[in-house]
DNA sequence: GGGTGCATGTAATGGGTTACATGATTCT
DNA sequence: AGAATCATGTAACCCATTACATGCACCC
């Protein structure tokens, strides 16, 4: 009794992203950007199989708009089972994430096999990532408050935003407080060095 | 004059691990695990196959040791030009992660399909695990500082090990005010749906 | 004429985990 | 007796991105 063709979590994006309105797979692409964009993505390679298997299992409904000079758009609205899918779905617990992986720490692990220098910048570039994302967010959230006062599912977005927000301030903390650590090893790496060649020396 | 066999960075990880000591593909996964398992997994379907390119690429040198009684192992270390390819691979730029997927983040930028509580539970049980990363955290610190306290690589693995506390203790703020948002919320919406409901009544 | 936007879809490729196959030894 | 540890490796599978194929319309 396994369910198959499960297919992760693409295809209860693509059944919230509905909730907001009927749309097309094109459309979707271009709405998870705008909309969720900071935390999750898709490409056309996931959206429109999935399509394909919700309409398959009744949880999506297809028309298709025929439009002269313009290509054909399949627009896809929730029916209600798949109303009911995604309700189940969002009271599902959350898989615990294993362990992103994470470049910038690997790096920094092994830090010692190269200059200061190398390990600086790569924390510099990361807390420039990290203080653009933050202009994003509170650009995002400005438009957010302008444009979309009055919908009730404002507070969500902004929550969402929040993580993103905390998430990047703690990395620019983190990032501050490294390139202290990495100075003062330098000094205090340049003196031992200086002992040891001393201490060798005697 | 594109590199094929590139493989992705588990390769250099592997690079990085032999720099600790010779080892095996089975000591690898283990030492991975112990050391750099809060930002990092290897599994042996990418190890073996790895360590075999490395070996044919001169970058690493295989020994093999026979035991009675116990499976040969495959020993291997560093050579001068798996050193280099080390160095070369650290002063490489980050590559920035695209938009790593968040669960939770998906399931609440929903939540308003769902009740009150169910969000509450995603986000505590977010919160508990983040408490419980702290936890482990300080625990790894506290025996690295016993046990490697003179190891010249202790600075940079206690970089990494801050990193995952700043981001926890960003994530548990994130969690406790967003509980509060919460429940906010559905104060405001328990009067707001009353006021609806009176409003259509009359 | 060429880029961009609209619009749908498939195939190839990549990077990764899990399951499987094998088999002795040691601990409980 | 049965589980855990040691040890290596391959095959199947999953999920996701990228490239490709197609083609019209509009703008510069």
Redesign the pocket.
Known sequence: MKK???????PNTLLGLLTLCPM???????MIDRSIGHFW?????????S??RLAAEGLVEKK??R?????????FSLTPAGRQRLSEWLSTPVKEV??P?NELLLRLFFGQHVSADVNRQHVTAFIAANEGALKHYSAVEKQLRREEANDPQLPYWLMTLSFGRHRSEAFVRWGRETLRKLDELERSRGRGSKAAQKAKSE
């Not at 198959?4 to 693409?10: A, E, M, Q, V, Y």
């Not at 097309?24 to 271009?30: K, L, N, P, T, V």
């Not at 993505?41 to 199989?49: R, V």
């Open positions: 198959k063709f499960d297919g992760g979590s693409t097309s797979g094109y459309d979707m692409r271009a993505s898709e490409s056309y390679g996931q959206i429109y199989p399509l394909k298709t708009e439009k002269q000079g313009r290509p054909d758009r399949n627009v294993e362990t992986r």
